[in-house]
Structure formats: structure tokens, C-alpha cells
């Protein structure tokens, strides 16, 4: 079961990972259900607190959109699976991921 970090703007992905102060974490399993979730709230937005987050709650899946390089490569490095670019509703993305067709770049509306 993978553990996901979404940055979140209420049910949205956020529109930029950098300026967020709102995450959703949690796991869902191969059919897609979602097995446990909950929302945590930084106390000011940063890239530096959401990655340092991400490897806080073993997270094993970012779904963002508009993630700066140099944080990209930094979770990639920590083995961190990304993927960038996406826009739609969290319960879109996770339907999709489920469905093993989320990539890069994909608008879910």
C-alpha cells in the first residue's frame, strides 16, 4: 500500500508545491479505496517543510503541480516517486493513480 503526499488548496492539488501549507497523506489500496487520510496544515508555505514532511511520513508517492527542479530531484533522490503537473481533485487523482494511468501532466476535471 503506497503512502502519498498531496499538496492540497481545500479538494484541489494545489497550484504550486512551493507556496502550499496544506498536505494530504494517506494510503489507498490496489482497488483504489482510501484506507486512511488526513489533512495537515504548516504553519507558512515552503518547499524546504513539504519535503522535509514527505520524508517525515515515509511517504513513497508526491502528487503535485508546479514543483521547482531542484525539489523534484531531491525526493527522486530520496527515492520518492513524483508526479508532476497534475490537475484535478484529490478523489480524481487517487482514482486515477488506482487505475494506474496518472502521469505527468494530466488534467482530471
Not at 507556496?19 to 504553519?43: F, H, K, M, P, S
Request: aromatic share 6%; net charge negative; charged share 25%.
Amino acid at each position: 500500500m503506497a503512502r502519498i503526499l498531496i499538496p492540497v488548496t481545500g479538494e484541489h492539488i494545489a497550484p504550486r508545491f512551493d507556496v502550499c501549507t496544506e498536505a494530504w497523506i494517506g494510503r489507498v489500496d490496489e482497488l483504489g479505496n482510501i484506507v486512511q487520510e488526513r489533512v495537515l496544515v504548516l504553519a507558512h508555505p515552503s518547499a524546504e517543510d513539504m519535503c522535509q514532511l514527505a520524508m517525515n511520513e515515509h511517504v513513497d508517492i508526491v502528487i503535485c503541480n508546479g514543483i521547482e527542479s531542484q525539489y523534484f530531484d531531491y525526493l527522486q533522490w530520496k527515492k520518492i516517486q513524483v508526479i508532476d503537473s497534475v490537475i484535478g481533485t484529490v478523489e480524481r487523482v487517487l482514482e486515477s493513480l488506482a487505475r494506474k494511468d496518472l502521469t505527468n501532466g494530466v488534467i482530471l476535471t
